[in-house]
């Protein structure tokens, strides 16, 4: 079980939940945010984030990772008060709204 607030996943089930409510997510949607849920509070480039979730290398002429990251923030954030998944110049970085930002 990998834990982050309110965000709960069952590796074994391969099941997601936030508050006590399944996030129905499909299976590289589940894996980005596994991935997200081992590195919560790091920055984690496009580039990285192919390289681990996709095992690609990054082609910068493919936004893949923008539109994966929107499907994960409609499912994962959809209906709930506070966002988790924030965008920085740096990449993308799993935190609480209250947290600092550094």
Same mark, same amino acid.
């Given at each position: 079980i990998l834990q982050f607030d309110t965000v709960e996943m069952n590796l /074994? !089930?391969?099941?997601?939940f936030r508050e006590g409510k399944k996030i129905p997510l !499909?299976?590289?949607?589940?894996?980005?945010?596994? #991935? *997200?849920?081992?590195n919560p509070g790091r920055y984690i480039s496009k580039t990285e984030i192919m390289e681990k979730v996709w095992n690609? =290398? *990054? /082609? !910068?002429? !493919? =936004?893949v990772v923008e539109v #994966?990251? =929107?499907f994960l923030r409609k499912k994962i954030e959809a209906g *709930?008060?506070? @966002?988790?998944i924030h965008t920085h110049f740096k990449g993308y970085r799993l935190? @609480?709204? /209250?947290e600092a930002v550094a």
């Open positions: /074994d !089930t391969q099941e997601c !499909t299976p590289r949607e589940f894996e980005l945010m596994e #991935y *997200f849920l081992r690609m =290398n *990054f /082609d !910068t002429g !493919t =936004n #994966y990251i =929107n *709930f008060s506070e @966002k988790i935190r @609480k709204e /209250d």
